[in-house]
Each structure stands twice: as structure tokens, then as C-alpha cells.
């Protein structure tokens, strides 16, 4: 068991590390073909991990290191035309918080990628929809903005101004 267990982590980092090489290629161009052959990754690494989820449950860092297990954190949250997944995702990541096997943060990230994908308000301000004509980063629908920043300290995510300067998309090119 405990060398499938070491290549289950193998496997996961592997599958992240593919999905890193093409993210740029997929997100950052017009070129259809980039887009989808980054689709077509998401899609069989959602599917991938829709089994280990129903074989193991979520990969916690007990269970497969901790490397592996964000990188199942990150498979999940890519897996975005496959709801299923990430709800299974999410409900499993829950118990591993509450277990003490899993980050907060992480947790509440993957709960706004969970709610903008079906189509709700999220909680926490992690996922920006893009970038507004005045070149700031424009959040998808957020319950209570005015409280977001106190939500955020409670899992221990940084303010969302700090979050916006590292994680927004690039601005549109001059034109």
C-alpha cells in the first residue's frame, strides 16, 4: 500500500506540473488550439481525480505528503467545467480542515471557485473575473464586500488588495 501511495503523490504532482506548463499557453492567448489542449488537461485531471476522490478521499498531507496534496488542491480548483468534481472536492477538503489535514485558505478558495461556478456570489474575493477599464482587477460578485477582508483574515488570506497585486490577470495590452 505504501508504494501506491507514493506513486498516487507522484501522480498528482505530475499531473499539476502538466497543468502549470500549459496554464500560460491556455489562459494568456487567442490561439484556440492552446486553449483547448489546456481544456482537454483539466478535463482528464478532473477526471483522474474524481477516482482518487472516491478511492481515498481528499489527499490529505498525511495521506500523501504535503507537495501532493496541494497539488490535488490545484488540480481541483482547474477542473472548472467539471462541477461534480470540485463539489466532491470541496465537501472532502471540509473534513480534512476540520480534521486539521488541510489549510483554511485553501479551503476557502476552493469554496469561491465552487460558488462563481454555479453561478453565486463568493465569499471570500479569491476569484477575479478580470480586468476593469481602469486596469484594476474586478472581482466576481462577492456576499457583503464590506466584511470580505475580515472573512479573509479568518482563514488567513491576505486583504484582497494584497491578493488582487499577486493574483489578477495581466491588463489588457495598449492599444
Known amino acids: 500500500m505504501a508504494e501506491q501511495i507514493r506513486e498516487l503523490a507522484a501522480e498528482l504532482i505530475a499531473m499539476a506540473a502538466a497543468d502549470t506548463d500549459r496554464t500560460a499557453d491556455g489562459l ?16 482528464a485531471h478532473g477526471d483522474r481525480l474524481r477516482e482518487i476522490l472516491g478511492r481515498h478521499g481528499w489527499p490529505t498531507p498525511g495521506l ?45 478558495m476552493l469554496r469561491d471557485r465552487v460558488l462563481v461556478n454555479s453561478g453565486h456570489p463568493q465569499v471570500y474575493g479569491t476569484q477575479i473575473a478580470g480586468v476593469g477599464a ?5 472581482p466576481w460578485p462577492v456576499l457583503d464586500p464590506g466584511a470580505m477582508d475580515d472573512r479573509r483574515a479568518e482563514v488567513g488570506l ?11 490577470p495581466p491588463p489588457p495590452p495598449a492599444g
Do not use: N
Not at 80 to 102: I, K, T, W
Not at 134 to 138: E, I, L, M, N
Not at 158 to 168: C, K, L
Open 134 to 138: 481602469d486596469g484594476a482587477p474586478v
Open 64 to 108: 500523501v505528503g504535503e507537495q501532493a496534496s496541494r497539488c490535488a488542491w490545484k488540480i481541483a480548483m482547474h477542473a472548472d467545467r467539471q462541477l461534480d468534481v470540485q463539489q466532491r472536492a470541496l465537501a472532502l477538503l471540509e473534513d480534512a480542515v476540520a480534521a486539521g489535514e488541510g489549510r483554511p485558505a485553501d479551503l476557502a
Open 158 to 168: 491576505d486583504p484582497f488588495a494584497v491578493h488582487v497585486t499577486r493574483h489578477a
Open 28 to 43: 494568456d492567448t487567442a490561439d484556440f488550439a492552446r486553449q483547448l489542449e489546456w481544456r482537454r488537461v483539466t478535463a
